[in-house]
C-alpha cells in the first residue's frame, strides 16, 4: 500500500512561519511531479505549488515570494516553507505525488489527509 503523509501543519500568527512535509512510503518505484494544495472552508482545492522530479518549480501567484517548495528524492520527501503567512493562508493543506508503483507500468496520483494550516491572531 503506498501512502502520504502531512506533518508541520498548525496555527500560526499572521507574518509567522511555517514548514510542511510530505513523506511518500511503500512499495514505490520512483515519483514523478509532486504538489502541495489547499482547500479552505467553503472554496475550491487550489494548486499552491508544483514540483518536478528535477526540482523544477512553478507556484500559485498568492503565494509567490512567500511560500518555497522543495524535496528529497532519496527520502521520497516533500516540504513546503511557509513564510510571511497570512490569514488568507488559512486551510488545510494536501499533498500530491503522481507515483509508480514497484512493478506498475504507469504513474498514478495519491493523496495525503491533509494536514491543518491556521494564520489567526
Known amino acids: 500500500q503506498v501512502q502520504l503523509v502531512e506533518s508541520g501543519g498548525g496555527l500560526v500568527q499572521p507574518g509567522g512561519s511555517l514548514r510542511l512535509s510530505c513523506t511518500a512510503s511503500?512499495?514505490?518505484?520512483?515519483?514523478?511531479?509532486m504538489a502541495w494544495y489547499r482547500q479552505a472552508p467553503g472554496k475550491e482545492r487550489e494548486l499552491v505549488a508544483t514540483?518536478?522530479?528535477?526540482?523544477?518549480?512553478n507556484y500559485a501567484d498568492s503565494v509567490k515570494g512567500r511560500f518555497t517548495i522543495s524535496r528529497n528524492n532519496a527520502k521520497n520527501t516533500m516540504y513546503l516553507q511557509m513564510n510571511s503567512l497570512k490569514p488568507e493562508d488559512t486551510a488545510v493543506y494536501y499533498c500530491?505525488?503522481?507515483?509508480?508503483?514497484?512493478?506498475?507500468?504507469?504513474?498514478?496520483?495519491?493523496w495525503g489527509q491533509g494536514t491543518q494550516v491556521t494564520v489567526s491572531s
Open positions: 514540483i518536478t522530479s528535477g526540482k523544477s518549480t
Open positions: 511503500g512499495s514505490i518505484m520512483s515519483i514523478n511531479d
Open positions: 500530491n505525488a503522481d507515483l509508480r508503483r514497484r512493478y506498475s507500468n504507469d504513474y498514478h496520483a495519491y
